[in-house]
């Protein structure tokens, strides 16, 4: 690698540490290389880091199973890792594996085969040798509708799916957040939606998901979502919920001990997060004395189990009317989540797990009261928290949503009888 490019990749790091004090044109510019890595900013980052130059990474390893499912190319979070994970480890005659483009200066997450972004662009040599090893699986899973084989196909996921259909293999979709979430219906459902800060950006991102919903409705395949609210969107679709290893963040202490009530809070985007729209009104506790405040900035994930072990309190997200990955992080830590989450996601959750959601639901212009009223009750801090492990335990933790994969889907049961 070049100096120019060790430079890049050294300020690329310090970015993606720093996102939340970033502002948000350079937070988009982060996601659409994270996101669409076939786009502009990803053909840039590619010559920028790298220009396809180097060894060609093997192609993902195939399964000697009966049924093999292959998961890519986005792993937004590392989920496509933890969804195949799960698969493994509930179904002994199922072999998962998950690809993902891996994207210079600390984007990537664990996965089990990374191929850089600029091979994934432009090395047709890799995109053949990947479609060889994708067809030899029995089921594949295309998340967020994007791309499996950079270029080969022309970026263009019907051609994708038609040509491993012809291969025999059995394809589904699993829709993340953004590639289906409709601006026009968020604003519709929510007054705080963030799809309110930009028309232009909104526009786009609604285009984008037209394009995605009409790909998703042209073809008669299964249809998976990762968060609850994207089913207002999809409502045929099935819920695969978001997976994380409660074991890492389980904490030894209770929240609601301590004798000033800390309260955390840790955007990885502050103004998709509505940081912004709360900050005033949580200093204000903290300048009467009532909280101490601890707004986080910086931390690398591996961090994170320790904020959370000094936390009581953690609050999440007050525009998006659902939740992720962090609010289960946090659950599993056994504190105490405050955010805003629509009625009808909490309705399905019920219905679909038969456990009421514990998070403490609280707007821009309730969040005040909402963290009073939990000052004030220490013994309610302390069944929340428990009831945020236990959630967590029973929905979030694989085994619910390899069964969701499986009995929509896969029917690993049947195909091994």
């Known amino acids: ?45 590619s010559l920028v880091l790298g220009g396809g130059a180097g060894a060609v990474p093997k192609a993902t390893d195939v399964p000697s199973t009966e049924i093999r499912l292959y998961i890519g190319s986005t792993n937004y979070a590392g989920q496509g890792y933890q969804w195949a994970r799960a698969m493994t480890a509930s179904y002994p005659g199922v072999g998962a594996r998950n690809m993902a483009v891996e994207l210079p200066g600390g984007f990537a997450f664990p996965a089990d085969s990374l191929v850089p972004v600029a091979i994934y662009n432009r090395s047709k040599a890799w995109q053949q040798a990947e479609f060889q090893a994708a067809s030899a699986f029995t089921h594949v899973l295309i998340e967020a509708e994007r791309p499996l084989f950079g270029s080969l196909y022309g970026r263009d996921v019907a051609r994708e799916i038609a040509a491993l259909t012809a291969q025999g293999v059995s394809m589904a979709f699993l829709s993340h957040g953004t590639d289906a979430r409709s601006p026009r219906r ?48 999809l409502p045929s679709a099935k819920w695969c919920p978001v997976v994380i290893d409660p074991r890492a963040w389980q904490q030894s202490r209770p929240s609601g001990q301590q004798k000033k009530v800390v309260v955390a809070h840790a955007p990885s985007m502050g103004s998709a997060k509505g940081t912004h729209l709360i900050d005033d009104a949580v200093r204000n506790l903290a300048a009467q004395g009532i909280i101490e405040y601890r707004p986080v900035s910086g931390v690398a994930s591996a961090d994170m189990p320790a904020v959370f072990r000094d936390a009581d309190i953690v609050l999440d997200q007050f525009r998006a009317g659902s939740y992720g990955v962090a609010a289960c992080e946090a659950m599993a830590s056994g504190r105490v989540v405050v955010g805003h989450v629509l009625p009808d996601v909490r309705r399905y959750v019920r219905e679909s797990t038969g456990r009421d959601l514990p998070i403490v639901e609280a707007n821009p212009t309730t969040i005040a009261a909402t963290i009073l009223a939990l000052v004030d009750d220490r013994e309610r801090m302390r069944s929340l928290g428990t009831q945020g492990e236990e959630f967590v335990a029973q929905v979030h933790s694989g085994a619910l949503s390899a069964a969701v994969l499986n009995d929509n889907w896969i029917h690993a049961d049947d195909l091994a009888h």
């Open 186 to 233: 968020h604003l519709a459902t929510t007054p705080w939606s963030h799809f309110a800060d930009s028309p232009t950006e909104t526009a786009a991102t609604q285009a984008d998901v037209d394009l995605n919903l009409a790909l998703i409705a042209a073809h008669n395949l299964p249809v998976f979502v990762s968060t609850p609210d994207l089913l207002l969107d």
């Open 1 to 45: 690698m070049n100096q120019f490019a060790k430079f890049a990749m050294t300020i690329t790091d310090r970015l993606v540490r720093n996102r939340s004090r970033l502002p948000l044109w350079l937070n988009k510019l982060i996601d659409s290389v994270a996101k669409n890595p076939d786009g502009i900013a990803g053909k840039i980052a």
